[in-house]
């Protein structure tokens, strides 16, 4: 059974510095990785998905990695503001498991000004 | 282009009542999946409907169900509450429900249970 763990599960940095948020997951058998990003009380918006054959992807200041061979994806946020501030996920889709994602806990973040 | 919409936003009931959540679905999209969010839990996939059928379940109890109809739209019925139950309940949107496609979420109803 696919289990995702991320780590911090939360973080506070001062405005301006870069970070990594870090996602492991168990089975490396995952068509997709997708980091998404969650206010509070509200729904999620997609920043990033990675195929399995892909090794980054990037937008404005966010890049994601994925290292399907050992179970991890990065999410690196450069010149971080305070509206940055929020829960950060990342889920796996399985190859075999439709289109249901397993989720991470989450990174919860604040960015001090 | 409108995105995924959920209502109602909020929703008070007691033990033992029945919910019924609707969501509609970015225009297009025929694959509409549910998921509960709970702060012990996180985010457990319920359900997932493509072209009114039942296409993947999670393993919540059968109290917990849903469907879809002609239009897309999609609903999902708890039924006997439990304190338990309490959560955020999100929907889903994706063209087809193909394994490369992005999921959009809408933003969610908080159902509370007393």
């Known amino acids: 059974k696919q289990e995702v763990t991320q780590i911090p599960a939360a973080l506070s940095v001062p405005e301006g510095e870069n970070l990594v948020l870090n996602c492991s997951f168990t089975?490396?058998?995952?068509?997709?990785l997708q980091w998404f990003r969650q206010d509070p009380g509200k729904g999620l918006t997609s920043l990033l998905l990675i195929q399995s054959s892909q090794r980054e992807q990037t937008s404005g200041r966010l890049n994601a990695s994925l290292d399907k061979s050992s179970g991890r994806s990065t999410l690196y946020i450069a010149a971080s503001q305070p509206g940055d501030s929020a829960t950060y996920l990342c889920a796996v889709r399985d190859n075999n498991a439709g289109n249901m994602l397993t989720f991470g806990g989450g990174t919860r973040l604040m960015v001090k000004p | 282009k409108a995105g995924v919409t959920q209502t109602p936003r909020y929703l008070i009931k007691t033990r033992g009542q029945q919910v019924t959540l609707s969501c509609s679905p970015i225009?297009?999209?025929?694959?509409v999946s549910w998921y509960q969010q709970t702060p012990g839990q996180g985010l457990q996939f319920l359900f997932e409907y493509f072209s009114e059928t039942q296409r993947n379940k999670g393993n919540f109890p059968g109290r917990f169900s849903g469907r879809q109809f002609s239009n897309s739209r999609s609903e999902m019925n708890v039924s006997t509450l439990e304190l338990g139950d309490s959560a955020l309940y999100l929907c889903?949107?994706?063209?087809?429900?193909?394994?490369?496609?992005?999921?959009?979420f809408g933003s969610g109803t908080q159902l509370s249970v007393l």
């Open positions: 089975d490396s058998a995952i068509y997709n």
């Open positions: 225009s297009g999209h025929r694959s």
């Open positions: 889903a949107s994706s063209l087809n429900g193909g394994l490369g496609e992005k999921l959009f």
